[in-house]
């Protein structure tokens, strides 16, 4: 038996297993006696683009409803070590049992996680970035009508003014009113924008930032740019020029790097802690050991490199499950050949932006753009359940188009 061993149950991961199982079917007699294994800490797959949204708790599918009808064997544990020389990888079961696994070939696909800040009171933040976080946000949110009068009870800052930080911004004021406005409250409904740069969404570039602005003025969301954070308490916060803003929500979504998991596996690493992985979402000099997703650094069109994004996240996993079997069976492995590169920025109640090219050239705007990302986020990012061939026949398109 020749064993493939995929951590993580994210978009990467599902897809690497999907893809594993298609290409070992396809080898007919040879790819039986491969065997694809999936570890991963929780019993679903989470939605994460969508956990900015009400009601977080619905964003996931079971992973049994996807890996057990394509007969991959599933294990709830949580890896703790990587030996990439004895090929084996430690892990601690949902009982406490310690677990030893071997692998052939290995996939990491443990995605990212949000870097969290250290300053005075950080532990009144809330986040987004997992969906425990994000169902503790919204909980919270609801019992608001329940605390005491106070200047900031309806107020929300969040910190961040990149994509999750402007899609949950701009999310916030409709969840605020909703929920202030049923119980007879007349405070001030108040939503800011805090970013240690100039200007909002730095790194989505200049074409759309005019929408951007647009989307949150009309939406009088308040921007403190060119500040961060220098404490917070449950009641407010104060920013690095002396500021205080009273706020009972503290939204944190600056910053995010690879799965820690990336440090246990030498070769070289960029900034954010991915794995350098050559064209076919190798490591590179490290031999049997793929990545895909948040944790790997893959070129990708023109002459860029992948982001941490589903985008990207999905099909790496498609082609790293081909190429791990491929591998193992001597047969020619698939180029990483992702689409050309897209984003579709949410804007609640404006709207969204969706834009083209690294340049991000504006294509759609508005309510055209709301519907194609409502269609991204309900439909397209979702995986076929209980139906293998569905399943299968999804893992053989390698476009998200």
């Known amino acids: 038996m020749k064993d493939v061993l995929i951590i993580g149950g994210g978009f990467a991961g599902v897809w690497s297993a999907a893809g594993a199982v298609r290409a070992a079917r396809e080898a007919g007699s040879a790819g039986r006696d491969v065997r694809v294994t999936l570890v991963s800490g929780g019993d679903d797959l989470v939605i994460r683009p969508r956990l900015y949204e009400e009601a977080p708790e619905s964003m996931r599918v079971a992973l049994d409803r996807v890996l057990g009808p394509i007969g991959v064997r599933r294990i709830t544990a949580t890896v703790t070590g990587i030996d ?62 329940e605390q005491p009068y106070s200047p900031g009870r309806y107020t929300a800052v969040v910190v961040g003014a990149g994509f999750t930080g402007l899609e949950i911004a701009t999310a916030l004021g409709e969840r605020l009113h909703a929920i202030a406005a049923p119980n007879g409250s007349r405070d001030e409904v108040r939503v800011l924008l805090v970013d240690r740069a100039d200007v909002v969404g730095p790194e989505l570039g200049e074409n759309p930032r005019p929408v951007i602005d647009e989307a949150i003025g009309g939406l009088n969301i308040e921007r403190r740019l060119g500040r961060t954070v220098a404490s917070a308490t449950s009641a407010s916060l104060t920013l690095s020029d002396g500021e205080t803003i009273p706020a009972a929500t503290i939204v944190w979504t600056a910053g995010i790097a690879a799965s820690p998991l990336t440090a246990q596996i030498p070769g070289e690493h960029d900034r954010l802690g991915r794995l350098q992985v050559d064209a076919h979402l190798r490591v590179r000099g490290v031999p049997d050991v793929y990545a895909a997703g948040d944790t790997a ?93 569905q399943i299968l026949a999804q893992a053989g398109r390698f476009s998200n188009g």
């Open 297 to 389: 650094l893959a070129p990708a069109e023109d002459g860029y490199s992948t982001m941490q994004s589903c985008q990207h996240a999905l099909p790496m996993g498609k082609f790293a499950g081909h190429n791990v079997t491929a591998d193992l069976l001597g047969n020619i492995p698939l180029q990483f050949t992702p689409d050309p590169y897209t984003t579709c920025l949410d804007l609640g109640p404006a709207g969204a932006v969706f834009t083209e090219g690294r340049d991000r050239k504006i294509a759609m705007t508005g309510e055209e753009a709301k519907a194609l990302k409502q269609n991204i986020n309900a439909l397209w990012i979702y995986p076929p359940v209980d139906d293998p061939e």
């Open 84 to 145: 990439t020389d004895a090929h084996t990888v430690r892990a601690v079961g949902r009982t406490g049992e310690e677990l030893s696994l071997t692998y052939d070939k290995l996939v990491l696909a443990t995605g990212s996680q949000l870097v969290r800040p250290d300053f005075p009171g950080s532990d009144n933040l809330f986040d987004v970035d997992t969906l425990p976080a994000a169902a503790a946000l919204g909980n919270h949110l609801r019992r608001l009508p």
